[in-house]
T-cell receptor, first 110, second 114 residues
Framework: DAKTTQPTSMDCAEGRAANLPCNHS???????VYWYRQIHSQGPQYIIH???NNETNEMASLIITEDRKSSTLILPHATLRDTAVYYC???????????FGAGTTVTVRA | EPEVTQTPSHQVTQMGQEVILRCVPI?????FYWYRQILGQKVEFLVS????????KSEIFDDQFSVERPDGSNFTLKIRSTKLEDSAMYFC????????????FGEGSRLTVL
């Protein structure tokens, strides 16, 4: 039973912003939204997480809607090295494991 | 930047053989995890480990699997009698603050069972 829904794939032009949507309509008040990515077959890499406020770090921005039923990960200036599978994950609390879905395969094209 | 290291990067074994995959988590981390990814499939949780005991394990983590922290630095996953379906990439991860914290993953150990 998937807690999140993401598009299967998307393309993005190098140098442009990549906006990755995620639906989590059944999210509860204490659940966090996490984003990880996996480049080729490497280990997953943490990107960002948030509860209800928008968050920004050196890699990306996370925009969470006011009702928290969806979010968008923004890669501000996509590069070819950002080509990866991006996972949106909802975690209940500190005792909840990371459960990976199929994610969105993002291809950045020159 | 500190990182999680895993050895071997690739291991080929015969069905029925025992395999030990090794991980060196980040030094000040207290929470350790094993995940696996069968080729073309999702990353699956196997087990979490804290304070020298298993915190949680999935249905995949049956009696054929075990984990150990034999010393202050290593974290191992043992598969007692490998099956063909154990062929996968195995990822070790560690975190400082349990599940609320960022999990740092290693580059993985590819296990091929013939």
């Amino acid at each position: 039973d998937a807690k999140t829904t993401q598009p299967t794939s998307m393309d993005c032009a190098e140098g442009r912003a990549a906006n990755l949507p995620c639906n989590h309509s059944t999210i509860s008040g204490n659940e966090y939204v996490y984003w990880y990515r996996q480049i080729h077959s490497q280990g997953p890499q943490y990107i960002i997480h948030g509860l209800k406020n928008n968050e920004t770090n050196e890699m990306a921005s996370l925009i969470i809607t006011e009702d928290r039923k969806s979010s968008t990960l923004i890669l501000p200036h996509a590069t070819l090295r950002d080509t990866a599978v991006y996972y949106c994950i909802v975690r209940v609390d500190e005792w909840d494991k990371l459960s990976f879905g199929a994610g969105t395969t993002v291809t950045v094209r020159a | 930047e500190p990182e999680v290291t895993q050895t071997p990067s690739h291991q080929v074994t015969q069905m029925g053989q025992e395999v030990i995959l090794r991980c060196v988590p980040i030094s000040n981390h207290l929470y350790f995890y094993w995940y696996r990814q069968i080729l073309g499939q999702k990353v699956e949780f196997l087990v979490s480990f804290y304070n020298n005991e298993i915190s949680e394990k999935s249905e995949i983590f049956d009696d054929q699997f075990s984990v150990e922290r034999p010393d202050g630095s290593n974290f191992t996953l043992k598969i007692r009698s490998t099956k063909l379906e154990d062929s996968a990439m195995y990822f070790c991860a560690s975190s400082e603050k349990g599940y609320t914290g960022e999990l740092f993953f290693g580059e993985g150990s590819r296990l091929t069972v013939l």
